[in-house]
């Protein structure tokens, strides 16, 4: 059996991992290489502090958007229609082959014991990706967005709208672009 194209993971379809074992006819008895596709991270943003930590990427924040300790240590968006973030980052060369996506640990707040909307627009290099997106669940989740159409080689700017109408706040704590 062939095990070089085998999937050893069973997870949704662009998360698979594959690996590779060279032949142990080739090599000695107790030599094995594993290799694994990895995830590359194109960049990252921990909002986990005051002091916003970055990884090839530059930060802009609009008006009321703020660090806030008080609820998981994250960033907040305070003010529906105005609050913004926007992430410039360099990507050297956007291979064709691969899949982009824009990963993001964030939540919509509760109020008076019930989830409440929280919409945003994400939006990267002028085309929008999702509108009205609303991460409603009452705890931090981690979302996964396709953004391998809007990319490009060089500079990339991704866009978070709090959306006017917003009934509460909009709290993130990371996002990073994956090159897979």
Known sequence: MDLTTQPIAKTAPDERVYYSIRSAASESADAY??????????????????EIQMINAQVETGPATYYNSHYGSSWILHWPG??????????????ASKKYYLDLVHLSSVVGGSLSDSPITIIVNGQTVVSGHNPNNGGYVNERFDISDFVATGENIIEIHFDAGARTNYWIQSLAIIES
């Open 33 to 50: 290489e594993v290799s694994a596709a990895i995830h590359q991270p194109v960049c990252t943003v921990d909002f986990k502090a005051a």
């Open 82 to 95: 105005r609050s913004f973030l926007n992430v410039r980052s360099t990507l050297e060369h956007r291979d």
